[in-house]
């Protein structure tokens, strides 16, 4: 994954993921702070791992947390971040590290989050086991770790080749072609995204990303936690938490607690 993979994308990411139901998603990770930290909220520092345009951390605010952070290995995404919390008063902290240089984020930790499947984009293993370590130093002993990962079972048998999609906001629009191609050998998938921006039906530019993901079996996921320290704790559909997992659903979440 590269630093300058999302500088374009970046652009127009808020207005792709418009829809996206960011308050849900961060009540459902609040909730899964409360049923699993024996500490207050307004004692707890939180991390943000590649989060993006900070979209997750804004709702988060609305919490009462000690400390808010975040940190993407895009310095566009950052900028938008630091800019859009400025704009709505929110005291939020970013950094620019990718996962595997995460370590040079200074301070302590009671939780660090991942959202919208983002460890899907470490591919090696050694960049996830350094990032799993990493998160590892980042926590205070007994931290949480809370993230979701793409499900390898589902995608093998449910990944869409080719998918559109469109969104608009006033006289902004923005078309999305998806073309998904996986390697059963190398267990990665490769999407490649096709966009075009309008302004009042004026094609204003088109671009091209290529996004490398790696999908994760249960049992691989299982080990690299144990590997890194950690000590698994609850797994379930996103946002589900009181659902039993099936073997293909998409999208898993994962508490695990940082271990001595």
Known sequence: MSSQQFNTYAKFYNLL?????YAKEAR???????????????????LDLACGTGKHLSELSN???????????????IEVARQSAAESKKNIEFYNYSF????????????????????NYI???????????????????DGLFIFDFWNGNAVVRDFSPVKVLRKNDNQSEIIRISKTG??????????????????DQVKLNEFEEVHQLHYY????????????????????????????????DWNISIIAQKRK
């Open 28 to 46: 459902y990770i609040h909730n899964l702070i409360n049923n699993y930290s024996l500490q207050q909220t307004s004692e707890l520092k939180l």
């Open 217 to 248: 079996f249960f049992s691989e996921m299982h080990n690299l936690l144990e590997i890194a320290g950690f000590t698994l704790l609850h797994q379930s559909p996103f946002l589900e938490p009181d659902k039993k997992v099936d073997p293909y």
């Open 63 to 77: 919490f009462g947390y000690n400390g808010l952070f975040g940190s993407d290995i895009s310095p566009a995404m």
């Open 17 to 21: 993921y418009k829809d996206k139901d």
């Open 182 to 199: 996986i390697d059963l050998i190398e267990q990665k998938a490769t999407v490649i995204f096709n966009c075009l921006y309008f302004e």
């Open 100 to 119: 595997q240089q995460s370590d040079n984020i200074p301070g302590k930790f009671d939780v660090v989050i991942s959202m919208f499947s983002a460890v």
């Open 123 to 141: 591919t090696s293993f050694n960049d996830q086991l350094q990032t799993f370590r990493n998160v590892h130093k980042l926590l205070h002993y």
